[in-house]
């Protein structure tokens, strides 16, 4: 939803906007694009677009293993597009978007080329090995980069890293599901990872702002923090390998605390504390939901669900709350 | 999100408006907070019908009571969102109330088989009407996701699955535009639109889910003959979105800019012919983006990005032509992007990020 969007059709609804004039007004407030905005914006997607496909096509070319084009002619194939992709970054530049553009799908093809390795090789390698790999030879592209997304792959693949060093089955850890039956172990190291990027990123994005003041990779971090966290804590109130009240409760209070006390008191952050509300909804739901199936119980089914739409609602509530308090503050 | 704030001067000063500015009426809520109360209203709704299921268990025995059950409950919370006004508690319940209603209907309706493509048909016209008379817009937003998944599920069973994206498209595009009646019904059509986008997302699941459940479906004759006229459908409702947007933006589609515009979206069809989940998630990004629509806009990344990936397991080609595919389709991109450089004289600043 939009405010401005939402402003202006309640005032054309009123009548104080004549509504003939509705799509003037969304263009004037900046809602809807200009020409130079759909300049802008076409370009950038027809860049990053036309890389992601290339990147693509690259991955799926080596994973073919086409057996009538020889080993060199593949390692050829793949650092020839490595070194023009540097080569585009390099003569256009880190701040331009084709140098950006470029530098990601280079970063991309270090990993084509190190499976490239493996594939040719045939060196026996474990696949964390590959994405540990991955990792440190792009780590300082990524360094210097000043771009977000980059900087976000970067840690999805140390992530991944750590997810299959502790798993022998590779091929089910790379999925979702895969992901979500990690052992806790590597869910807890990937948990750690996550918060501490993110208070790295806050602390470095409020001291120094630029690239780093972007709102959305730390949400995309806190998330990913938040959805290992809740799991743990849900893995925790069924019993998968541990008693109902494990110890994951007690970093998963502090972490809540430490959202609350960032995202509320230090400043405010409605994503983060929408997430928040949703983690306690969904770890409420799992504590009362466990006695309530153990003893099918009708009535404690109905009192859960009410208990439920009751935290919610509150959360809501005080989430508008919040909301109205910022837009009200100078 | 384009704050509301300071829109009323901008307004007032290009001679739209006049006067001291009003409140606006509507509930401002951010749509990270609208989409939580979502989840934990589903959540509330399995234990609802968790309730439902233990309490009432001897309704649960014939497809008669599970309906006029589930109808019941979906009119009481109908009749609750209509007048919960800016209630949260209310507004929780109803969403919740309705969820498990429209789950005891579908159970009902399904009572005789989940392979039968008509009962699939009833429930998207069911979820269609909920979608109408409840005012709620989370409520609308799921409705319409309801409708959509039941559609898919028509379709499915009636192996001609490969319609769904362009069907789906298709309605999205209808449901977007810029006229003055259009937005003055935002509050139907804004929903309606989240939730068909959201519904493209599930494009991938639904695949998956089809090879588990439809295995017999895929092998019908004319499957293929769908997956042409669905792939060909999705380029032509990516080139008619094109030609409403040009229109709208004062566009004439014979123009230079115009001529431009259309074969660049015939040429990305064809180059990504085999992909057509791409195509799809263009025609939601450029329509959102012409709407001023973030949050779709940034649903409809999340697609294309699912679309390429899930791309790699698609098995009506060798790895080798996809990767020739996705390169030609980069190519065509890259390509574009350069005839747009040169066309508007391709300053340096022109590609500063």
Known sequence: ?330 | MIPAAGVWERLAAAGIVSGTAPPAADDPSPWYVTAMLGVAAWLSALFLLAFAGVALSDLFRTATSMLVLGMLVCAAAIAALRVAGNSVFATQLGIAASLAGQALVAFGVLDGGARNAVSWAVIAVFEAILVAVAPQYMHRVLATLGAAVALRMALGAAAVAALFPAAVAAAFVAAQGATPQRLLRDSLWAPVSTGLALALLLVIPFALLESLFFAAGRSAPFAGVAAWAGTGAVACVLVASIGRLLREAGIDWRSRTGMWALAGGILLSLAAWPVPGVVVALIVLLEAFAAGRRVLAGLAVVALLAALAHYYYALQAPLLVKAAALAATGVVLLGARFALRLARGGGPEADHA
């Open chain 1, 1 to 330: 939803m939009n405010d401005a969007r939402q402003a202006i059709v309640s005032w054309a609804r009123a009548g104080v906007l004549p509504r003939d004039e509705l799509p003037r007004a969304m263009r004037v407030a900046g809602v809807t694009p200009d020409g130079a905005t759909w300049r802008a914006f076409l370009s950038r997607l027809l860049a990053w677009l036309g890389a992601a496909c290339l990147a693509a096509a690259a991955v799926y070319f080596v994973a073919a293993n086409w057996q009538a084009l020889g080993r060199y002619a593949k390692f050829a194939l793949v650092e020839g597009a490595l070194v023009a992709a540097l080569a585009v970054a390099w003569w256009r530049g880190l701040d331009s978007l084709p140098g950006r553009a470029a530098l990601f799908v280079a970063s991309v093809l270090m990993g084509v080329l190190l499976a490239l390795v493996g594939q040719v090789y045939q060196t026996g390698a474990d696949t964390f090995e590959l994405f540990a790999a991955w990792a440190v030879a792009i780590a300082v592209w990524v360094a210097i980069s000043r771009q977000p997304a980059l900087w976000l792959l970067w840690i999805a693949l140390v992530d991944v890293a750590i997810v299959l060093y502790f798993r022998s089955d590779a091929a089910r850890a790379v999925g979702a599901a895969g992901f979500l039956f990690a052992p806790r172990v590597a869910l807890w190291i990937v948990f750690a990872l996550n918060v501490a990027a993110l208070a790295v990123w806050e602390w470095l994005g409020a001291a120094r702002g630029g690239w780093l003041a972007v709102r959305w990779a730390p949400r995309v971090l806190a998330t990913v923090a938040g959805t290992v966290a809740t799991l743990l804590v849900v893995y925790d109130i069924i019993g998968f390998g541990s008693s109902p009240f494990g110890w994951s409760w007690a970093p998963y209070a502090l972490f809540i605390g430490a959202l609350y006390w960032a995202y509320r008191v230090r400043t405010v952050d409605l994503f983060m504390l929408a997430g928040l509300v949703l983690s306690v909804v969904v770890v409420v739901a799992f504590a009362l939901g466990r006695p309530a199936l153990e003893n099918s119980g009708a009535g404690a089914f109905l009192l859960i669900g009410l208990t439920l739409i009751g935290c919610a609602a509150a959360g809501g509530y005080w989430l508008r709350q919040v909301g109205a308090e910022t837009r009200g503050s100078p």
